[in-house]
């Protein structure tokens, strides 16, 4: 009676602590319902067969054997080990009811919300209403499931009458038959579209590519007329205003010469109409080509360049002069958008037999775009166009490094733009 009024108290007082309403629970608690009523299992088992554990044909009259003292200690450390793990768990259920976690906290209950969702999921009508084909896949399994369902439960009521037995087996083969043949159907349907979707957007990207290498071929002609008529203007003897005039529209014809070119080249690596010359190539002497070449405008910038190389050369097979332009892409797009006063970090490493090359700066205004949308052809992170730039610098780069059989990518890390570049290596043979 003591054991049960204390066993009674620790119940009730479990959880809570003198002075405040707040239940406190342990790691315990997250054990599963199933695995705490196991662990008040063991004692119950014990006292159930105790009996018999000492019970004993032979008399034992007054004194005890060594083997009869043996098992009644360990009958004793067993109880001590059981009523132990028994405390332990029934505490830990009493919490659980208090905190309302019971049957949540268990296995049946997970069981039973996965068959609940199953079921909702089966039946909720307005899954695929936009999609008219997959919306009649989804209406023909509802009715194989049912149908199926019912089949079974016959055949288990009609095991009994030999007969009519077969009738179900026989009712679900015309079942599966009906199944298989209409959904191979849906599924052509589906196929077919698909294909057709797949085609139309092939044949729009090339009438884009085509469009785009036609105008940029037009263009050149009268651009190049238009820039040749400059030139002859500026030798003029004209007025510092005409002067002027004529240096705005130097700069100009420029800038939209490169941007023709840069169409035009964009669309020949897009198309996958350009000719290549691979080469075995030192990445880490490009590198430094490129920022030699690119001294000046580095220096008009006020930007700091930090390079990290590694002592050994990073040898790989490419084309020279795509690579290079797509340095000066990646490094120039750097130069323009960087945070005054920050430094642009370029680093070359060896990883597996690759060669990376990570260039990262701070950027000077909020990057509120995905990596994806910023390599979109005439996409800009500056929205504001604050500086000069055609939007096709990190497009031309990315697909001049892909035709050229490496890697392109880039992450955005708070206000850090990183662009990384990989290729494989190769070994060269000594001679």
């Known amino acids: 009676m003591i054991v049960l009024l204390l066993l009674s108290y620790l119940i009730m007082v479990t959880g809570r602590r003198f002075g405040t309403q707040k239940l406190y629970v342990s790691e315990i608690e997250n054990i599963y319902t199933e695995f705490l009523l196991l662990g008040c299992m063991p004692i119950g088992v ?28 360990l009958i004793g450390l067993a109880t001590v080990v059981m009523a132990s793990i028994f405390l332990v768990a029934l505490l830990s259920m009493a919490r659980k009811i208090k905190d309302k976690r019971f049957f949540i906290g268990s296995i049946a209950y997970i069981i039973v919300k996965k068959i609940n969702s199953y079921i909702k999921d089966l039946f909720y009508k307005n899954k695929f209403k936009d999609y008219y084909l997959t919306e009649t896949l989804y209406k023909r399994q509802r009715i194989f499931i049912i149908i199926s369902t019912i089949l079974v439960f016959l055949t288990f009521l009609l095991i009994l009458v030999p007969p009519l037995m077969i009738i179900p087996p026989i009712l679900e083969i015309i079942l599966i038959y009906w199944y298989v043949k209409y ?23 090339r009438m884009k590519i085509n469009l785009i290498t036609n105008v940029s071929h037009d263009l050149k002609t009268p651009l190049t007329s238009i820039i040749s008529y400059i030139d002859l203007l500026s030798k003029e003897e004209l007025s510092e205003s005409a002067k002027d005039y004529v240096n705005i529209l130097i700069d100009k014809s420029d800038r939209l010469k490169n941007i023709v070119l840069d169409l035009f080249d964009l669309a020949k690596s897009t198309s996958g109409d350009i000719s290549l010359e691979l080469q075995t190539i030192d990445l880490k002497k490009l590198i430094e080509q490129t920022l030699g070449d690119m001294e000046d405008d580095i220096k008009k910038t006020g930007l700091q360049i930090k390079t990290i190389y590694p002592e050994e050369p990073m040898n790989i097979t490419s084309d020279g002069k795509r690579l290079y332009r797509v340095f000066q892409n990646v490094i120039d797009n750097a130069l323009k958008y960087s945070l005054q006063g920050s430094r642009i970090f370029i680093e070359l490493e060896g990883n597996g037999g690759n060669a990376i090359v990570y260039i990262k700066n701070i950027a000077g205004y909020e990057m509120n775009f995905t990596a994806n949308e910023i390599l979109q052809r005439f996409n800009r992170g500056d929205k504001s166009r604050t500086a000069e730039g055609s939007g096709l610098g990190l497009s031309i780069a990315e697909s001049f490094t892909k035709v050229s059989g490496g890697d392109f990518k880039i992450e955005i890390d708070g206000d850090m733009f990183k662009v990384i570049i990989g290729f494989k290596t190769v070994q060269l043979m000594e001679v």
């Open 46 to 73: 014990l006292f159930y067969y105790l009996h018999k554990i000492l019970y004993y044909d032979e008399n034992i009259g007054h004194k005890l054997s060594y083997k009869h003292i043996f098992t009644m200690y």
């Open 183 to 205: 959904n191979n159907q849906i599924f052509d349907e589906i196929n077919k579209g698909f294909n057709e979707s797949l085609e139309e957007q092939m044949k729009s990207e």
